[in-house]
T-cell receptor, first 113, second 113 residues
Framework: DTGVSQDPRHKITKRGQNVTFRCDPI?????LYWYRQTLGQGPEFLTY????????KSRLLSDRFSAERPKGSFSTLEIQRTEQGDSAMYLC???????????FGEGSRLTVL | GENVEQHPSTLSVQEGDSAVIKCTYS??????FPWYKQELGKRPQLIID?????GEKKDQRIAVTLNKTAKHFSLHITETQPEDSAVYFC????????????FGKGTMLLVSP
């Protein structure tokens, strides 16, 4: 296992289009997180899963955003009707419960034109 | 939710000097206090963490100190090297609100040779 992987690494899209990002966590980790990071800011929490259950969602997560983790392994984050303000790096992380340390992927950079 | 502030936002030191970054938080129930390092274009990675039952933890050239009464914790780097240049984020874990890390805005550390 080489760590958390994310795909695609870069995505350029036009405003109004839908995009989907995929995250494959470290296989033994049952917690999976999505964060968003813009230039000069720290990662902002979006949502997290324990196994297949989505346990928390940030107030930042509008109804255009949806995340799934159907079998408790990989996860997808979909953004519908993208807006220019959605341009950011979308980071996925995984962890063991009660451990605290997050292992981040390299991120998926979204540019909305 | 947790309010997190880091100071300073940028820090420039000469190689060999010490660097200290302070993080203040609002949730008195916070019980886990990590520091993450993010090099340019890379993913955030945990460098050191401390739990609320300990006042200080050291790992070679880096240390973290915690003052729970004043609700702040600090990252100390001694004998800085150019490869320490990065953005450092504190990310306390509160016991209320989201059960995930709330990242500060980051401190850019520049170590000049």
């Amino acid at each position: 296992d080489t760590g958390v992987s994310q795909d695609p690494r870069h995505k350029i899209t036009k405003r109004g289009q839908n995009v989907t990002f995929r995250c494959d966590p470290i296989s033994e980790h049952n917690r999976l997180y999505w964060y968003r990071q813009t230039l000069g800011q720290g990662p902002e929490f979006l949502t997290y899963f324990q196994n297949e259950a989505q346990l928390e969602k940030s107030r930042l997560l509008s109804d255009r955003f949806s995340a799934e983790r159907p079998k408790g392994s990989f996860s997808t984050l979909e953004i519908q009707r993208t807006e220019q303000g959605d341009s950011a790096m979308y980071l996925c992380a995984s962890s063991f419960p009660r451990n605290g340390e997050l292992f981040f992927g390299e991120g998926s950079r979204l540019t909305v034109l | 939710g947790e309010n997190v502030e880091q100071h300073p936002s940028t820090l420039s030191v000469q190689e060999g000097d010490s660097a200290v970054i302070k993080c203040t938080y609002s949730d008195s129930a916070s019980n886990y206090f990590p520091w993450y390092k993010q090099e340019l274009g890379k993913r955030p990675q945990l460098i050191i963490d401390i739990r609320s039952n300990v006042g200080e933890k050291k790992d070679q050239r880096i240390a973290v100190t915690l003052n729970k009464t004043a609700k702040h914790f600090s990252l100390h780097i001694t004998e800085t090297q150019p490869e320490d240049s990065a953005v450092y984020f504190c990310a306390p874990l509160g016991d209320s609100g989201y059960s995930t890390l709330t990242f500060g805005k980051g401190t850019m550390l520049l170590v000049s040779p």
